[in-house]
């Protein structure tokens, strides 16, 4: 409860940095800073990441529940960006795809915060989440073709794409690598690293979710999965480490939040002074249609879970953040209407003020089969 109440907190500080300190001339600075951080914490769903090689096809389910619960949000805000708002359709389509993303990050080490490592949520939430963030990565393919036409980039892209699902696939926990915090920490910096020259090198953005996600699955885990129950408030196959290494790992988690927070557009004035009723209306049912369209899963794994244990997965996926943030600072490079992205703005910092709210929910909803669980 604490780490949760610290993490919440920490977002709603770097939010309000970002709207009274002036950032941007940092902005490359704070963005490396904040990749370093989310490459660490992919690395460690990575690291426990699970594949039944002999059963691929229920994936496939897992795949088209992700894809439906990112498109919906999607289609939805797009929608009322150009029926209600009034923005263009194309800008609305690229505008509207902040409100798709799970903040895999941000998720990830709240639920791990919550003691939920364990549970069938978080290894359902961990898929369908990397799932949603890749369809979203992949769909900015065609929705940036829209503005600046057809690149023979974007080809190298996907390619970049399915190499790495490949090698995830390929070598899934067989690379023996030295293994702990400091480790980790480096690993991503070298990500971080890799994903900028090939920015620089091919001139498209490749996001170092995938690729630390990757590394992380193809590393060599040596920590025993057979007593979970002893690393409750931790991933699942991350043995606790000495005081160091444990600092290490809490600086860069509570560092992330800080950041992620950061990222949130400045609002301009002029703008929210216009009609501040009515924007506070747009911003408030743009965040209930994005948070009514990730309410998907709570239809689907009828056979595998009740329906309290599917709600709590829908709502464990309300959380948007770093992914989010980043489909509006590519939109601000196309001088879109500022309008449209003031509202997008403040939007995903209301989802994230609530995200620690949401987290308790779910904590809340999940706590018979936690019990359950413990006996």
């Not at 001339?25 to 660490?40: G, R, W």
């Not at 994936?59 to 150009?82: E, G, I, K, R």
């Amino acid at each position: 409860m604490v780490k949760i109440i610290t993490y919440s907190l920490l977002l709603i500080m770097g939010m309000l940095v970002s709207q009274v300190v002036d950032l941007p001339p940092l902005q490359p600075h704070l963005t490396n800073f904040t990749m370093v951080c989310l490459s660490y914490i992919m690395m460690e769903v990575g690291l426990e990441f699970v594949l039944d090689k002999k059963n691929l096809s229920s994936y496939a389910t897992d795949y088209m529940v992700a894809m439906v619960a990112a498109a919906l949000p999607w289609l939805l805000c797009s929608m009322y960006f150009y029926y209600v708002v009034g923005t263009e359709l194309g800008e609305a389509l690229l505008v509207g795809r902040f409100a798709a993303p799970t903040s895999a990050g941000v998720l990830f080490a709240m639920l791990a915060a919550a003691g939920l490592g364990t549970t069938w949520l978080f290894k359902k939430a961990r898929i369908l989440a990397i799932f949603d963030d890749l369809d979203t990565i992949i769909l900015m393919i065609p929705l940036q073709m829209m503005f600046v036409g057809l690149r023979k980039e974007a080809v190298g892209l996907i390619v970049l794409i399915a190499l790495s699902i490949y090698l995830a696939y390929r070598y899934l926990h067989q690379w023996k690598l030295p293994l702990n915090s400091r480790w980790l920490l480096l690993y991503s910096i070298l990500v971080v690293g890799f994903c900028q020259l090939v920015e620089n090198t091919i001139h498209v953005q490749f996001e170092v979710l995938l690729p630390a996600f990757v590394l992380g699955a193809i590393i060599y885990n040596p920590h025993d999965p057979k007593h979970p129950e002893r690393y409750r408030h931790e991933h699942a196959y991350i043995e606790p480490q000495r005081e160091p290494a444990r600092y290490i790992d809490y600086t860069i988690k509570n560092s992330f939040m800080f950041l992620v927070g950061c990222t949130i557009p400045k609002l301009q004035p002029h703008v929210i002074d216009k009609a501040p009723y009515l924007i506070l209306m747009h911003v408030l049912l743009l965040t209930i249609l994005s948070n009514i369209g990730k309410l998907f899963p709570t239809f689907c794994y009828r056979k595998e879970a009740t329906l309290r244990e599917r709600f709590a997965l829908s709502v464990a996926m309300f959380p948007r953040g770093e992914v989010g943030a980043g489909v509006l600072l590519v939109a601000l490079e196309f001088n879109l209407h500022e309008h449209s992205i003031a509202l997008a703005g403040m939007s995903l910092a209301l989802n994230l003020v609530l995200t620690g709210f949401f987290v308790l929910a779910v904590l809340k909803l999940n706590e018979p089969y936690r019990k359950h669980e413990s006996l």
